[in-house]
Each structure stands twice: as structure tokens, then as C-alpha cells.
């Protein structure tokens, strides 16, 4: 199945499955998406071998880095008319709390969508939508390759 | 002193923060992560190309959140060979710039250096790469929270 095929599997399901049997680091990481209330959200189920400090304990800051890049990049998909694997030129991830060893969610929100480039800022919650675990924001390649 | 002592103790010294690694870390441990250079100056990390940590199959490139993961890791270790005692730290925020793209079936290593601590703060920088520093697949600049406070190191906050 191509990429196209993927992310139009995706769409008519509400599900991003289709998408993540492509990207082996997702799956290992636990993302899988969901429209909910019209909204698509990428959910980072809680795994063993996500945790970064085991003290604490919390989540490794790589994993809610992955997530947050993951649900921007599932988001210009799940928008786009033409499919183009966004690449990634920059992103800042701000970590405003230390994760629990639960399931994490995010939501990417494009802020604008230019010929060349998208710009998308996301975030990342657990128990509570309003006391979000990490923000970030990035910019993205939007162009099929020259 | 002799070159062959001196190898033997930079061996020893890195055996030792790798068991501290792999026992801490289980993220780490899960990426395949290895510490090969560990101190004052700067960190060095080796992230094996593994077939669990592709972004893309049609390419074979590792996912950027790998990337994500070593150059985070890398540089709270670089932060933790510049502090004088070891305390906890947690990122605070971390700025990735994709400079080109990875190549599929190599390993990414990642160096970091600490170049500020304050008694509140400390930055990093680092870069991926293959082979050659010089010539980096991605470079990051990070803050990070240092949970206690220190004494004056380097000047004020």
C-alpha cells in the first residue's frame, strides 16, 4: 500500500493504524491516532520501556519529543489535499511537567500552511488537558521532492 | 604513567557508566543507547541502527524521534560530567534543527557539550552524526532544570 493509500485508509476509518504499520519507531513507542470530536489525537500508550527516569517515575523526554513531532506530522497528513511526507527543519519541544507512567495524548494544530512550509504547535497532556506535560512547536518541509 | 594505564582506566570509568545507564534509563536501554565518552569537556553516545527505531520503511531512516531521544540523553549527560556533584536534572526545553537527511543501515553518534552551568540552569549544545562531527545529520541547543541548588559555578544566573 502506498503512502496515499495509508493515510486515505486512515482517513475513512478515523483510525491511524494503517499509518503507524509504516513507521516502525511509532509502534515501538505505542502511538496510535483517533478522531475524537472531530479532532485527530495521537495517543502515546503507557509502556515499560518509555520511562526515562525510573526514580521518579516519568517518562523519557526523547519519547514525549517523538510524540509531540509524530501528532504534527499526522496532523498536515490528516489535513492535506496532496500527500507529502512533511519533513522536519526544526522543532522545540518546552517540557512543562515530569510525565507519569501513563497513557500521553497530543493534539498538533497548524498554524499556517505555506507553499513550502508548515508551521504546527502541539501539545501534550495526560489526566488533565489543561496542565499540559510538553509543548512544542515546528516547521516542517511541505514540498514533494525536487 | 603509561598510555596502556590510561586506556584501561578511561575503559573502566566507561563500562561503569554504562551499567549506571542501563540500570537507570530504561528508554535508553530500549534504543540501544551507549555511552563512549563521558566528562567534564562533553558527551559522546553511539545510537545503533536497529530496525525497531525506522521513521520511514520505504527509506530505511531512522524516525526523528530517535534522533530526539539520543541528542535529549546526550546532553543531560553532558550536563551531569559539567556539574561539580551529581543531582537531578530534567530538560527544560530542547531545539532540534534537521540539517540532512540520515543515512539508512548507520549508526547515529551524538556530541554534547555543557557550555554554561548556572546555579539554576545549565545549556548544551550537541550535534548528530555519522562519521564526522563537522558534517552533522541534525543539531540541537538545550535548557535544563538542575533540581538543587549548586554553589556559585561560572558566574551568576
Partial sequence: ?146 | MSTDDDDQARRERRAQWNRMFAANVPHNVALGIEILELGAEHAVFRLPYAAHLIGNVETGVLHGGAITALLDACSGAAVFGALPKPQPIATLDLRIDYLRPGAAGKDILARATCYRVTRNVAFTRAVAYHDDPDDPIASAAGTFMLATKLGKVGGTP
Fill in chain 1, 1 to 146: 500500500m502506498t503512502l496515499v493509500a495509508r493515510v486515505a485508509a486512515a482517513k475513512a476509518t478515523g483510525n491511524l493504524g494503517p499509518l503507524i504499520d509504516v513507521i516502525p519507531y511509532a509502534k515501538f513507542l505505542g502511538l496510535n491516532g483517533t478522531v475524537v470530536d472531530d479532532e485527530l489525537i495521537t495517543t502515546m500508550a503507557f509502556l515499560p520501556t518509555n520511562i526515562g527516569n525510573p526514580a521518579l517515575p516519568a517518562l523519557h523526554g526523547g519519547t514525549l519529543g517523538a510524540l509531540l513531532e509524530s501528532a504534527a506530522i499526522f496532523q498536515l497528513l490528516w489535513a492535506a489535499e496532496t500527500v507529502v511526507l512533511p519533513k522536519t527543519i526544526t522543532i522545540t519541544v518546552d517540557y512543562l511537567r515530569s510525565a507519569a507512567p501513563v497513557d500521553t495524548y497530543a493534539r498538533g494544530v497548524i498554524v499556517r500552511h505555506g507553499r513550502r512550509v508548515a508551521n504546527v504547535s502541539v501539545e501534550a497532556w495526560q489526566d488533565d488537558r489543561a496542565r499540559p506535560v510538553a509543548t512544542a512547536h515546528a516547521h516542517f518541509l511541505v514540498m514533494a521532492d525536487s
